[in-house]
């Protein structure tokens, strides 16, 4: 009955670290589509527009 125990214990150890794997694959995908989207010419000039506006905006 222990060995059994420590069986199980051994398969949720690898079973984390499985989903680490995937957690950083997902993280690393989500940040590629983040860089892709901050180096479009949409996401530029939206930006652009942002911090042109800021000085009329300011009281002085």
């Known amino acids: 009955m222990h060995r059994l125990f420590t069986s199980r214990r051994r398969d949720e150890r690898g079973?984390?670290?499985a989903e680490y794997a995937v957690g950083t694959i997902g993280a690393c995908s989500v940040?590629?589509?983040?860089?892709?989207?901050?180096?479009?010419?949409?996401?530029?000039?939206?930006?652009k527009g942002?911090?042109?506006?800021i000085p009329s905006i300011l009281p002085f």
Do not use: H, K, P, R
């Open 31 to 47: 940040g590629g589509i983040l860089v892709e989207v901050a180096q479009s010419d949409w996401f530029q000039n939206v930006v």
């Open 15 to 17: 079973m984390s670290t």
């Open 50 to 53: 942002i911090f042109e506006g």
